[in-house]
């Protein structure tokens, strides 16, 4: 009987097949994006302008720094250099999906960048990854369904927004915990750690130098390089250091699964 219910993925109609693949994703949005579209709201976004950006950048985390930076006044080419490196690590994420999209046209491959985030990054390579049958147009379709519940929810939270007065305060500690969810996340040997130590101290001495939010940025770099080049050196001349493997990521990764 539970086998005749049970209805196969190949039984339902193509949409449904990639709801269901994108469907946690999804439904995770719903509460990010209201929060993410009363926040943009706030710092002075109305409803068009929060449906294209959450359109035209789709991220979570770009989007609260958005909202964080314009709430402070942010100068815009500071707003613009936070979000560049902030989201430069698409680039290595589509490098690894890049080997599924052979064959594509100029075309196919800008809009599957333009559309792609963590999340949907994620559901991708696994299913490229373990379904054979999973095609470069399925997973763009998954990013397209969760760009879609991304943009309605943010459209939503801005509609609310515009129904509810919120503290602007609200917006730098929403900003704050989203960045120590994701360094919290990142955590996987002391030598992160000790980088997340330096670059605090030097956002703190840069932006008492700068006197604006180019410190972060100048911040950003040196930390980013200084972490670069002591895990460069370890690895090279102390490969089986401590350092680098006394705190192991809860999720694993790659360098994990190879030792």
């Known amino acids: 009987m539970a086998k005749n219910m049970a209805r196969s993925d190949a039984e339902l109609p193509y949409w449904r097949r990639i709801l269901n693949a994108s469907l946690p994703v999804d439904l995770s949005y719903i509460p990010i994006g ?32 958005i909202a964080s930076l314009l709430a402070t006044n942010a100068p815009m080419y500071s707003v613009v250099l936070m979000m560049f490196f902030l989201e430069l ?11 599924y999209l052979h064959g594509k046209s100029l075309g196919f491959t800008t809009l599957f960048a333009a559309s792609m985030n963590d999340e949907n990054y994620a559901i991708n ?4 990854s373990t379904d054979k049958n999973f095609t470069p147009r399925d997973a763009l379709n998954v990013e397209h369904y969760t760009l879609a519940f991304w943009t309605v929810s943010n459209i939503i939270g801005s509609i609310i927004g515009s ?32 980088i997340c130590i330096v670059s605090g101290f030097l956002a703190a001495v840069c932006m008492v130098i700068t006197k604006s939010t180019l410190g972060l940025v100048i911040s950003t770099l040196i930390a980013s390089f200084v972490g670069f080049a002591l895990e460069a050196t370890i690895r090279s001349k102390f490969p089986k250091s401590r350092i680098l493997r006394s705190m192991k990521n809860p999720a694993g990764s790659p360098e994990d699964v190879n030792e």
């Open 34 to 65: 209201l929060a993410c579209g009363i926040l943009l709201h706030a710092s002075g976004f109305n409803i068009y302008m929060t449906a294209l950006v959450s359109l035209l950048v789709f991220s979570g985390g770009a989007q609260f720094l």
């Open 163 to 194: 129904a509810v007065s919120i503290n602007l305060t609200v917006v730098h500690f929403a900003l704050t915990a989203l960045f120590l969810y994701m360094i919290v996340m990142q955590l996987k040997n002391g030598l992160i750690i000790f």
């Open 125 to 128: 390579y696994l299913k490229f």
């Open 89 to 99: 690590r698409y680039a290595l994420l589509g490098s690894s999906l890049s080997k």
